[in-house]
């Protein structure tokens, strides 16, 4: 429908019914517009920024949005999954140039330095932003994910060239694997990604409802992408919920270990294990996830 067929009046009402941020006085701002991501508010009082995962949507988050109010929560959606259109991620990197957009929106939202929480991929691009722009928000989150994935797919001190030569192979074997093999693929990983049974179809909706090839490569982006030279740049408190996989057999003090290296440039670090509990935290150990997020906002 045209914008000339509404009235000033009708367009700022439809606007912030919408949760579009409007200047107080003076021409209507342009809502963010991006091919890379898509923004939706929920609630009012401080901002939290909420990045989900590979294949995965801002469902992510419902339970913790409903179970944590008083803030005014922005929730990502990455262009290419759950069944948004690609949009500029059908081609090239997707995390990075996703971290900039999400750097764009804080900046052009006019948000002072709101707090981030990032899952799995959301947390590799929390952790780029906190890097990259590190005045851009208060703190961050990163929820089970490790700074440099390539250490797990190649092992420790694999160089460059081998840590490539995975993850293309990675990349390959997705790319050729037919549509029931994907869909064998997601509900196996989902199943071990996800303990708590009832959360799993919408995950696995997710994943199958988004743009293979956008997926794949975001999957060997991550693997390739060292974070951890980029830590140090980061200048706000980072806290880091972790979990350890079925799938990595080793001594849990060996795994606590990995962790605490591969985070030990960040400045303010707070890293913490959750036990019993698998990929999604929010959903396995929603009553715990909980009460660490109310601490991490609260600055405790």
């Known amino acids: 429908m045209s914008f000339t067929l509404f009235s000033r009046r009708t367009f700022i009402a439809a606007a912030l019914a919408a949760g579009a941020v409007l200047p107080v006085a003076g021409a209507l701002a342009a809502p963010f517009a991006s091919e890379r991501i898509t923004v939706r508010t929920e609630g009012s009082g401080p901002d939290v920024i909420l990045i989900p995962g590979l294949n995965s949507s801002p469902r992510t988050w419902a339970s913790t949005v409903a179970a944590v109010p008083g803030y005014r929560y922005h929730l990502v959606q990455v262009s290419g999954f759950a069944g948004q259109p690609a949009g500029a991620n059908k081609e090239g990197n997707v995390a990075a140039p996703v971290a900039e957009e999400v750097a764009r929106y804080i900046k052009e939202s006019n948000l002072k330095a709101p707090a981030v929480i990032g899952h799995s991929m959301g947390g590799t691009i929390g952790m780029m932003l906190a890097a990259r722009h590190p005045d851009s928000l208060s703190r961050l989150m990163v929820v089970d994910m490790f700074p440099y994935l390539g250490m797990f797919f190649a092992g420790p001190g694999a160089g460059t060239d081998k840590v490539t030569a995975v993850a293309d192979q990675v990349a390959a ?128």
């Open 173 to 300: 074997g997705m790319r050729a694997a037919s549509a029931d093999q994907r869909r064998e693929r997601a509900n196996a990983t989902i199943v071990g990604m996800v303990d708590t049974e009832s959360m799993r179809a919408g995950a696995i909706s997710d994943s199958m409802s988004s743009d293979a090839d956008v997926g794949i490569r975001a999957y060997r982006e991550l693997i390739v992408t060292n974070l951890i030279p980029e830590l140090q740049n980061i200048a706000v408190p980072v806290t880091v919920l972790y979990i350890q996989p079925k799938t990595v057999p080793i001594p849990a003090a060996q795994f606590d270990a990995a962790y605490k290296g591969a985070y030990s440039p960040v400045k303010a670090l707070t890293l913490t294990r959750i036990p019993d509990s698998a990929h999604f935290i929010m959903w396995d150990q929603p009553a715990r996830f909980q009460a660490e997020m109310k601490r991490f906002l609260s600055g405790q």
